[in-house]
């Protein structure tokens, strides 16, 4: 005789699977551009990391030429993720990323979507936006790592690039350098959006930022520097860097990897990902022999104390993350357990019934 647990017809009843729609509106409603939040968010991730509690397959890439083209065609990225701990998440971000949209069709370079799931039966939990995500976070990775790299005392930061992602670096580096940071220098090709950009970031962040006319005048004297560009060929030298400078480089193509000789250490988020991606200059720099892989250090490590960060106020060092899922992921589900307990989105049916079971 047939029981309720083995008639697939009793079992379909009151089955409905549903999830949360978040707009990119929803996302910053339930607190997307708390860079706080994010901060400890990517915290959080990168110490899982460290400790081996995250799966992080390699990102697929479909590109309309090879790496050289990214910053030019375009480029999707598809980056999937688990994080354990006290998170205990899975899920993925898509993101494609058309560096002609801005001046073509008045977009932005990057839109993403992220989708979350439920590691214990598969369901989704939200699909949601995840442009201010994936801006946010990439901010905050540069913050986690300036926090474990860059000089404490360090008063005077040097930007390349005016564009979204220098908003959010320079969101980060001062939330955790909380009122020290005294001057921010700015340099963009573009002379009107460097303006307009120093000018909205200082009235954002309360702090002196100043256009300059070169990427040299930028970055020497700074004690943090920022490469943020869309550039295709290099431009930074090593040379320009103060003693004890913490330089990220979150583009591609900025600094030559011969450069990278006038840096005491080279540390990355994941350098399994770098690899597989082929275009980071800390991989151009292995390939090339310039730097031994073991020398290649993992962020992740540095904040858990198993591998030793800055050793002295003298040392140069260079952070070049590729980007991790793990962060893209520990980001959203924050604003998704924000937007749940806020009542924020959309609630949506995968199914009412499952048509088969």
Known sequence: MSTVKDDPEQLKQNKRVGFIYLSQEDCIKAGGLNMEGTLEAIQKSFELHGQNKVIQPSKPVIRWGGP???????????????????????GMKWIPSMPENPRKIGQPRASAIIILSDPHNGFPLAIMDGTIVSAMRTGAATGIAAKYLANPDSRTVGIIGAGVQSRTQLMAVTSVFKNQIETIKVFDLNEEKTKQFAKEMQSELNVSVINLTSAEEAIRNSDIVITATMS???????????????????????????????????????????????????????????????????????????????????????FNPIGMSIHDISEAFRVYKNAEKSGIGKDLSLWEHPHWL
């Open 68 to 90: 050289e083209t990214e910053e030019t065609r375009g480029r999707i990225m598809t980056m999937p993720s688990y994080i354990g701990g006290d998170i205990d998440v899975a």
């Open 232 to 318: 295709t060929f290099p431009y930074v030298k090593g040379e320009w860097l103060k003693e004890g400078a913490f330089h990220s480089e979150i583009s591609f193509w900025d600094t030559d990897p011969q450069e990278l000789v006038y840096y005491d250490k080279v540390v990355v988020d994941d350098f399994e990902h770098v690899k597989h991606h082929a275009v980071d200059v800390s991989y151009r720099a292995v390939r090339d022999g310039v730097l031994a892989e073991e020398d290649v250090l993992n962020l992740g490590e540095i904040v858990i104390g198993k591998v030793e960060g800055r050793e002295n106020d003298q040392q140069k060092i260079l």
